[in-house]
């Protein structure tokens, strides 16, 4: 009872302060956040006009994709014409309702943009069944950035460029990548010729 005592005139001073300053806060923030956001939203819409038609030159989109508390690849293979999936552990259904989703985010802005994308759904769905795999249950994000790594150097998705047990491996040199800052080159055996 001593401490309630002690304790609530403490806290009742306290918000008595605090609420004023807030509503303070509150005053000059939201100007600033509207005044931001007057700002920001045409950047926005200006970059959209310039990058998706940049994105559109380009060889393929690497797209991560996330399912609940597992990583895979997806990759919009413009030059091919095709939507790739690369996973780790197979879980086809859900791969392929993300490539679904690519593909109509794919129509959707070549059609609006008159980009040449009519044909989008006619494209080839890829899931190789013949790629490195996981041994654990922990191993996805590795693997999904290896496949990225792969296909971003040209090449194939395959044991032999990311043997499985390499796994342990390329976590240690990301961490390490990641800590010291630098950009480090494909390893050996994510080589051409190895």
């Known amino acids: 009872m001593q401490l309630d005592a002690l304790v609530v005139p403490l806290l009742m001073q306290l918000d008595a ?22 700002l920001v939203v045409p950047l926005l819409m200006q970059l959209d006009t310039l990058v998706v038609p940049l994105l559109m030159q380009l060889d393929a989109l690497l797209v991560p994709l996330h399912q609940g508390v597992h990583w895979a690849l997806g990759v919009v293979n413009l030059r091919m014409r095709r939507f790739e999936a690369y996973d780790s552990l197979h879980a086809g259904p859900c791969i392929k309702h993300y490539c679904a989703t690519l593909a109509r985010w794919l129509k959707d ?14 494209w080839q769905y890829l899931h190789p069944q013949d790629i490195p795999m996981q041994r654990n249950g922990y191993d996805c994000g590795i693997f999904a950035l290896a496949y990225a790594a792969l296909v971003a150097h040209g090449l194939p998705v395959t044991t032999t460029n990311f043997p499985p047990a390499q796994a342990q491996a390329a976590r240690w040199r990301l961490a390490a990548t990641l800590i010291s800052g630098r950009k480090d080159e494909p390893s050996c055996e994510m080589r051409k010729g190895n």
């Open 17 to 38: 302060l605090v609420v004023p300053l807030l509503m303070q806060l509150d005053a000059l923030v939201v100007p600033l956040l509207m005044q931001l956001d007057a």
């Open 109 to 122: 802005e070549g059609t609006s943009r008159n980009l040449g994308l009519s044909d989008v759904e006619s």
